[in-house]
């Protein structure tokens, strides 16, 4: 009597085998439905016995769904040469903040909702991935990651010291819509200063930025700073009477002068209750190109001028007051700004903005925190990614392991493994060939992953404790002890 062992695709993994036991081996005929089952193999060892592996199951090619293998709209893939570009950016956005002195944070992708719901009209508001979880409670996708941030300072309280240099680089997820280097999802590098109450915090956030396009080939030729103050806007609201608690929505509706016609920006100005004299003056205003003649506007009092100057002084001792300009239009969208904000811009115009930020002061007072002077910035992989290609600056990043082991005959893919336990002990990379393959083929697969050396396990120089290393790159080949092996 020979034994079939069965088990159900579905239990397969909490249930051990049912035996069933049979006269003769056509007794799977009897199974209702033999194509929900796995049956061992019926192939008969040397030895009479029977072999353990196991069988696919059948499927009905009526149950077959095909799937979409696009990503969903607006998101990526990573494969591995675009993890190899992704792993390039993030290391300059790494050793740009290790190299300003700053510490990585994270937080996480799924925030409660209420963390990013701000003032009735911001754009972001309307752009959330949220929902509601199992446990009843209103949960979103991070937009961005300045309100995480928040959270985070205002639970350490105490137990942190200021000033606080915090960097993260995180996912963040937007439904909006779509051109070129605007996506649904995107990766976002933040550098945030927390306890600083001087231009010195903006000034050093702006210098991290250039340092970061030095790196990667971009000049002052190719990217600029559009900089502003949020003051610039309040004084000019204040002096035309213009209430306090329409601030921010006027700001949300500046800082689309370069996405509507400007008649459309006045008409939604007009919305918020501001005369159409206030209207033609405010405009002006934002037309403006230098501090001298905001100057002649404003006065030389205000806060706004007082700031702005400032800054553009210690651009020149950072060393990139090329880089920068003034723009009174720049007013940036969100409504958590309070002082100086800032734009990264490619002088072609063919781009959207780079990266932008500011001084966000009163954010955390918002969430129920200290009131805590606090300023930084975001920049998207996306338009960065889109900019070098145009510039023609991606670099050319294949694959690289040092070394390629591979066993020439089939019983010494063991001496192998251990090969390549020992290079990799010592910190080496090796890419195994794991099933007997023609020597053609290996040297192909050494080229395609930019190998530097190949090791041949061979009986001989086995058996005398040795293998056979080949440097690829000039062909020298020798033989070497595997305890001399580096």
Known sequence: ??????????????????????????????????????????????????????????????????????????????????????????????????????????????????????????????????????????????PELTPSLARLVIQKGKSVSLPLKWFAIGQCWRYERMTRGRRREHYQWNMDIIGVPHVTAEAELISSIVTFFKRVGITSSDVGFKVSSRKVLQEMLRKYGVPENLFGRVCIIIDKIEKIPIDEIKKELGSTGISEDAIEQLLQVLSVKSLDDLEDVLGGAGEAIADLKQLFSLAEKFGYSDWIQFDASVVRGLAYYTGIVFEGFDRKGNLRAICGGGRYDRLL??????????????????????????????????????????????DLQGAAATVATALRSKGQTVDLVLESKPLKWVFKRAARINAKRLILVGKTEWEDGSVSVKVLSSGEQSQVKLSDLE
């Open 1 to 142: 009597m020979r034994a079939i062992q069965i088990v159900t695709t579905r239990l397969s993994s909490c249930l051990r085998p049912i035996r069933f036991e049979s006269v003769s081996s056509s007794s799977s005929r009897l199974f209702s439905n033999p194509r929900r089952l796995i049956c061992s193999a019926a192939a008969t060892k040397s030895d009479g016995g029977r072999s353990g592996s196991i069988v696919a199951p059948l499927v009905n090619e009526e149950e077959i769904q095909k799937i979409d293998v696009n990503p969903p709209k607006g998101t990526r893939d990573f494969a591995p040469e675009d993890m190899r570009l992704r792993n390039w950016l993030f290391n300059h956005f790494k050793e740009v903040s290790r190299l300003f002195g700053y510490e990585e944070v994270d937080y996480p992708v799924l925030e409660t909702e209420a963390l990013f719901i701000r003032k009735a009209g911001e754009e972001i508001r309307d752009q959330l991935y949220c929902f509601e979880d199992r446990g009843k409670r209103r949960v979103a996708l991070r």
């Open 365 to 410: 007072p918002t969430y129920g925190g200290d009131d805590i002077p606090a300023c930084g910035f975001g920049f998207g992989d996306a338009v960065i990614v889109e900019l070098l290609k145009e510039k023609n600056l991606l670099p050319e990043l294949g694959q690289e392991i040092e070394n390629i082991v591979c066993a020439l005959e089939k």
